[in-house]
C-alpha cells in the first residue's frame, strides 16, 4: 500500500523460545480505522510494544511517516506522532486530571532546565498555555472530566479514566494512536459512550489515524473500516469485519468462542 | 481581613514554636511541645476544614503572610543574644534544609532513591576548601566551582539510572556514597581520615564573617553571619525549585514518580530527565556542602557519610515529598530533635529508622504532603 502511514513488513519478535510475533505485516492508511482482534496470547499487546519501541522487534521493519521507526526509543516515537493508551490504564493517579493532559503536552512544549530557571515568565507563560490546551482537550472529551479537573486522577470512575488516557494520548496531537483495549471493564452504556467519543475525534481530524485492539465485537464491528486477526502470533486474516467475520479460520481461532 | 489575621496568628505560632522547642530543655517540656505539634497534625488530619481555612487565608493575604516571615526570619537570631549555640543550631538546620531541597527533586519529585547526598555534599565541601587552601581562592570565587564540580559528579552517578532502577539504583547510589567517602578517607591531597583544616572565613569587601557581628548596638556571635548566608542560600534554592516545580520539567519528573512506562509513551525522554534529577540535586548540595566547609573551616570524611544521606532521607520523608515547605520543616524538626535528644545520641540511626517507619505507617504523605498544582487566577 503506498499511501500508508504506518507500516510493518514482517515484524517478529521472540521472547526465548516463545515467538510472540511471527512475520506480521501490517498497514495503515492515514485516516483509517484498523481493529487488531485475536485470542488471549495472540501477540496483540505486544505488537503494541513493538510499534512503541518498548520492545526492539527481533526481526523485521516498522515505518511510519515515511520514516523507519524499528528501534527508536519510545519518546522519539511519540515525537514522532504515535501516541497510546493502556489496557490497563496507567495514569499519573497522585496528580490533578489536568496536570495528566499538560504531561501528555510535553512534546508540543520546549523549556528546557536553564530556560526554566532562567527565564521564569517565558515558562510559565507556556505553562499556562498548556493548561489553558489541556483545558480545551477535556471540554470535548466529555464525561466529568471537565468538572473534574482538580481533583486527582485516581478519583475517576473507570469510564472516565479511560476517557482521561485517551485524551492524555490526543494531547501530543498524534497521527497515529493505539488504543489497547479500551472497552475493558466497561459496561455496555459506556462503550456506546466511547464509541461515540471515538466517532467525535474522527470527524474533528479526518485524517487522523486508529489502531484499536479489541474484545468487544460490538466496537469492532459499529467502528472500523478494516479488521486484521492475530492468532499465536501470525496473522490469519487481514479484512473488512464482514469478510473476517465469515472466515472459517477466524471463527475457529476466535469468533467461534462467541458466535456457534 | 479575616484572612490576614489567619495568616499572622499561624505565622507567630510557627515562630514561637521553633523559640520554644530550640530553647526548651529537659524531657518534660520538650515531649509537652511534641504532643503540642502531633495535636496540631491531628487536628488537621481530623478536621480538614482547618488545614483548608489556612492555606487559603495563607493564599489570599500573600504579602501579609510575606513580610512577617520576612521580619521573622531575619529578626530570629535576635531573640537568642549572646548564645552561639542557638545560632549554630540554626545554620545547620537550614544547610540541611538546602540538602534536603536537593533530594527532593529526585525522592520527592521523580521517586528516585538517592543514598550518595551526603557525598555531593562531601565533593562541595572538598572542592571548595581545596580550592582555597592550595590556592588562596576565595569563597565566593570557590562555590560557582566547587558547583560545577559536583554537578558533573550528578550526571556521572546518574548514568547507571539509564540501566538500573528502583532497588537496585538505591544500590549503586549507596556503592557511590561509600566510595567517594573511602576515597576522601585514603587520599593524601584531601587531607586522609584528618581531612582539611583551617579553611578561611569568607570576608565582603574586607569584611571578615568570623568576628561578631555588631548591629543596633547589640552584639552577635560570628554565627549570626552564617545564618544570613544560610537565608541567601535556601532563598537561592527555593526559587531553583518552585521554578522547576512550575515548569515542564517539575510535570515529568511527577510523570516519572508516578508511571515510568506511561512517561515514556506521552514522550518524556526518562533517562535524561533521570540524570538531570541528580544533576540538579548535586548542584544545590554542593552548595550547601561549600557553605558548611566555610563555616566549620574544618572538614573531614565523616561528615559525608552514608548517615547523612540516611537522615536527609528521613527529613524528606517525614516533612512531604514534593513540598518545599514539607521539606524544610522536616529539615528543622530532624536536626533539632537529635540535638535535644543528646542523651540518645547513640540510638540515633535507630531513631531515625523508627521515626522513617511510623511516618510511612501513619503518615506515608509526610507532614505537609504534596499539593495539586493550580493554574492561573481561577
Known amino acids: ?52 519501541g518498548i520492545y526492539a522487534p527481533s526481526g523485521g521493519r516498522v515505518r511510519f511517516d515515511g520514516e523507519d521507526i524499528t ?15 493502556f489496557q490497563a490504564s496507567r495514569l499519573f493517579s497522585d496528580l490533578s486530571v489536568l496536570d495528566n493532559v499538560v504531561i501528555g503536552l ?34 470535548r472529551v466529555g464525561g ?25 494520548a490526543l494531547a501530543a496531537k498524534p497521527k497515529l494512536l493505539l488504543l489497547d483495549e479500551p472497552t475493558a471493564g466497561m459496561d455496555d452504556r459506556d462503550t456506546d ?68 | 481581613m479575616r484572612a490576614r489575621l489567619l495568616v499572622a496568628v499561624t505565622s507567630l505560632a510557627v515562630a514561637a514554636f521553633l523559640w520554644a522547642f530550640m530553647v526548651a530543655n529537659g ?34 493575604a500573600r504579602w501579609t503572610a510575606a513580610a512577617i516571615w520576612i521580619l521573622v526570619i531575619l529578626g530570629f537570631p535576635f531573640l537568642f543574644g549572646q548564645n552561639a549555640y542557638y545560632i549554630h543550631l540554626l545554620v545547620m538546620c537550614l544547610i540541611y534544609s538546602v540538602l534536603g531541597i536537593a533530594l527532593n527533586f529526585q525522592l520527592g519529585s521523580a521517586n528516585i532513591p ?86 578561611p572565613a569568607p570576608a565582603l569587601f574586607g569584611y571578615s564573617f568570623a568576628q561578631p557581628l555588631r548591629v543596633f548596638g547589640l552584639t552577635l556571635p560570628f554565627q549570626t553571619h552564617f545564618y544570613y548566608l544560610a537565608l541567601v542560600l535556601i532563598a537561592l534554592a527555593v526559587v531553583v525549585a518552585r521554578r522547576l516545580h512550575h515548569s515542564r520539567i517539575g510535570l515529568a519528573w511527577n510523570a516519572l514518580r508516578a508511571d515510568e512506562v506511561a512517561a515514556r509513551s506521552v514522550g518524556i525522554n526518562v533517562v535524561w530527565y533521570k540524570v538531570l534529577a541528580f544533576a540538579v540535586d548535586a548542584f544545590l548540595a554542593a552548595f550547601a556542602g561549600v557553605l558548611y566547609a566555610f563555616y566549620i573551616t574544618y572538614i573531614a570524611p565523616d561528615n559525608f557519610t552514608f548517615l547523612v544521606s540516611v537522615t536527609l532521607m528521613t527529613m524528606v520523608i517525614v516533612g512531604g ?55 492561573g487566577p481561577s
Open chain 1, 1 to 52: 500500500m503506498s499511501d500508508a502511514i504506518f507500516s510493518a513488513r514482517e515484524v517478529t519478535i521472540r521472547f526465548g523460545g516463545l515467538v510472540a510475533l511471527d512475520r506480521v505485516d501490517i498497514d495503515v492508511a492515514a485516516g483509517e480505522i484498523l481493529a487488531v482482534i485475536g485470542p488471549n496470547g495472540a501477540g496483540k499487546s505486544t505488537l503494541f510494544n513493538v510499534i512503541t
Open chain 1, 71 to 85: 528501534g527508536w526509543q519510545t519518546h522519539d516515537i511519540v515525537m514522532r506522532g504515535i501516541s497510546r493508551t
Open chain 1, 106 to 139: 510535553h512534546t508540543r512544549t520546549t523549556t528546557n532546565v536553564f530556560e526554566a530557571l532562567c527565564l521564569p515568565s517565558r515558562s510559565r507563560r507556556e505553562l499556562t498555555w498548556a493548561a489553558a490546551t489541556a483545558t480545551e482537550i477535556l471540554k
Open chain 1, 144 to 168: 466529568d472530566l471537565y468538572d473534574r479537573r482538580y481533583r486527582r486522577a485516581s478519583e475517576l470512575a473507570q469510564a472516565d479514566r479511560r476517557r482521561l488516557e485517551i485524551a492524555r
Open chain 1, 193 to 260: 459512550a466511547l464509541i461515540e467519543d471515538i466517532r467525535r475525534i474522527k470527524a474533528d481530524r479526518p485524517e487522523f489515524a486508529i489502531i484499536v485492539v479489541e474484545h468487544d465485537m460490538r466496537l469492532v464491528a459499529s467502528l472500523p473500516s478494516r479488521v486484521v486477526v492475530l492468532d499465536y502470533g501470525r496473522k490469519i486474516a487481514d479484512a473488512p469485519f464482514d469478510v473476517v467475520r465469515r472466515d472459517p479460520r477466524v471463527q475457529e481461532a476466535y469468533l467461534g468462542q462467541t458466535e456457534p
Open chain 2, 27 to 60: 524531657v518534660v517540656p520538650l515531649v509537652a511541645l511534641l504532643a503540642l505539634l502531633g495535636g496540631a497534625f491531628w487536628a488537621f488530619e481530623r478536621y480538614p476544614r482547618i488545614e483548608t481555612a489556612v492555606i487559603d487565608s495563607f493564599r489570599r
Open chain 2, 114 to 199: 538517592n543514598f550518595a547526598t551526603g557525598a555531593t555534599y562531601g565533593i562541595g565541601a572538598y572542592c571548595s576548601a581545596l580550592l582555597a587552601l592550595n590556592w588562596g581562592w576565595s569563597f565566593w570565587l570557590t562555590l560557582p566551582f566547587a558547583a560545577l564540580a559536583a554537578t558533573v559528579f550528578g550526571f556521572v552517578l546518574g548514568l547507571p539510572s539509564m540501566r538500573t532502577r528502583d532497588s537496585y539504583l538505591a544500590l549503586v547510589t549507596i556503592a557511590c556514597g561509600v566510595i567517594i567517602h573511602q576515597l576522601l578517607n585514603n587520599f593524601e591531597w584531601t587531607g586522609g581520615a584528618q581531612g582539611l583544616i583551617g579553611i
Open chain 2, 321 to 375: 515529598m514534593d513540598n518545599i515547605v514539607g521539606v524544610i520543616v522536616g529539615a528543622f524538626l530532624l536536626t533539632l530533635l537529635p540535638e535535644k535528644l543528646r542523651v540518645f545520641s547513640d540510638y540515633r540511626l535507630l531513631f531515625y529508622g523508627v521515626v522513617v517507619i511510623a511516618f510511612l505507617m501513619i503518615r506515608p504523605q509526610g507532614l505537609l504532603p504534596q499539593r495539586l498544582r493550580s493554574y
